[in-house]
């Protein structure tokens, strides 16, 4: 259930982000998401907790950055910089403070 599942959860919270849509659910209940996550990840294996957490971040804003990765594909090669610097600035502006919030 979305109740054992947090981490799954959040990514159905976050991910809309990469596809410029707005963040639906406040700040603090995907923080609240994220402190299940890691209680949830040192519970079932103390040791290893640094590492899985390191690589559940990194999956989240991989898959993210698939979308992105599709929004520069779209375009003609004639404006590629110019959606370069778009696609850029728009995750700076945009999708990294609420990540780093996250």
């Given at each position: 259930t979305d109740k054992d599942n947090p981490w799954g959860l959040l990514h159905v919270h976050v991910l809309p982000l990469f596809n410029e849509e707005p963040l639906r659910v406040p700040i603090e209940d995907l923080n609240a998401l994220v402190k299940r996550h890691i209680q949830t990840v040192l519970a079932?294996?103390?040791?290893?907790?640094?590492?899985t957490l390191s690589a559940d971040a990194r999956e989240l804003i991989?898959?993210?950055?698939?979308?992105?990765?599709?929004?520069?594909?779209?375009?003609?090669?004639?404006?590629?910089?110019?959606?370069?610097?778009?696609?850029w600035s728009f995750f700076w502006d945009h999708v990294l403070p609420y990540i780093e919030g996250v």
């Open positions: 079932a294996s103390p040791s290893k907790a640094l590492t991989e898959a993210g950055m698939v979308t992105l990765n599709v929004k520069l594909l779209l375009g003609s090669d004639e404006f590629l910089m110019g959606r370069l610097v778009e696609v």
